[in-house]
């Protein structure tokens, strides 16, 4: 009995000390590409599951119309479709690569129609921590995340106008005339050429 509570408070001691050695030791994985520890993603996505369920707003998604649906979109293509990825062609552009990945969100490995739209709206408007996913509160109106929010849990049922949208390319070639304005090569001027148009 002596040696059996001995051992339990050694273990209890040892083990949480040899996991910050590890930690401290340089070897832990830090990097994009390193493996994942173990239950490193198990644990961060029921966390997450867990904080937004407790808050995000509710809101059904048959309160959307079909023009809101369509403003998400042109939203998404000029906002979220460099990580997050749009549909067919225009997906043909390199991306730099994140721990954890961008999920693609409107193709069914990373569809997020089975979530509430207010969890997606959740998601926009405060970002996922730790994460490459930033929090767009600042940048977008509420209204605008709702109708991204009510693009995404239809990813799976869109109609032919908003799937044109999306497989419009994210970063089209800057036109001959329009780095002739500019008086450069394309990608010399930054400013002019590559702001966004809200
Ligand atoms: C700079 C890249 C980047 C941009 C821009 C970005 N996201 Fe993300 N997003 C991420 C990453 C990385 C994750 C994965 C986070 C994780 O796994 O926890 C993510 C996660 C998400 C999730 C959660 C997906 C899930 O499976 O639960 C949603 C929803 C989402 N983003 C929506 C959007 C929307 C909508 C936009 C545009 C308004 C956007 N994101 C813009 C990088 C980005």
Known sequence: MRKFLIGLIVGLIAFPLMAVAFLLSGYA??????HPLPLERYIAAEVLEKGIERRAPTRELSSF???????GAKSYHEVCGGCHGLLGEANNFPEP???PP???LLTPDGYVTDDPVGATFWTIKNGIRMTGM???GGVLQDDQMWQIAALLASADKLPSDVTDVLKQPVFPPASPSASEKAGSAPGAKPEGQATPKH
């Open 29 to 34: 994985p830090v990097g994009v590409t390193d």
């Open 65 to 71: 119309s079909a023009a809101q649906i369509a403003a």
């Open 97 to 99: 690569k994140m721990y």
């Open 102 to 104: 961008p999920p693609k």
């Open 134 to 136: 930033p929090s767009f």
